[in-house]
């Protein structure tokens, strides 16, 4: 299967996507220029993997800030993710925040009341 891997930048996350391992990670911060543009390629390789998903996907989203063109892109993810979770293969979304983070744990309680998807919310201690 195919592998994303987007090394980070000040604007983008680094985005690692192994569809052979059903593993799926967003990190960092995401206030590209064009969201559509950055989140095309990984969108369009989650509609090719739901077709032969793993039994189960893995995805990791542990972003530090993201602006609102993001939002809408990542919730596009999510729909993905959402339509491989209906299709009986099983996917949890691991959503860290920062304890001190209100913003972030606000953003992840907000997508988990709109995908209907295992959402598990994970304080990151440092």
Not at 110 to 119: E, S
């Amino acid at each position: 299967m195919e592998t994303i891997l987007i090394e980070g930048t000040p604007k983008t996350p680094t985005v690692t996507f192994e569809t052979g391992k059903g593993f799926l990670e967003i990190k960092g911060r995401s206030i590209p220029e064009n969201s559509i543009e950055f989140y095309k390629p990984l969108v369009d390789l989650l509609e090719k993997y739901a077709a032969k998903p793993e039994a189960a996907t893995n995805v990791n989203i542990q972003l530090e800030y993201f602006n609102t063109s993001s939002s809408k892109c990542i919730l596009d993810v999510f729909k993905k993710l959402e339509a491989i979770n209906k299709s009986g293969s099983k996917v949890l979304i691991n959503w860290y925040y920062e304890e001190d983070d209100e913003d972030m744990l606000e953003a992840g309680e907000d997508y988990q009341a709109i995908i209907n998807v295992p959402f598990k919310m994970v304080q990151v201690v440092e």
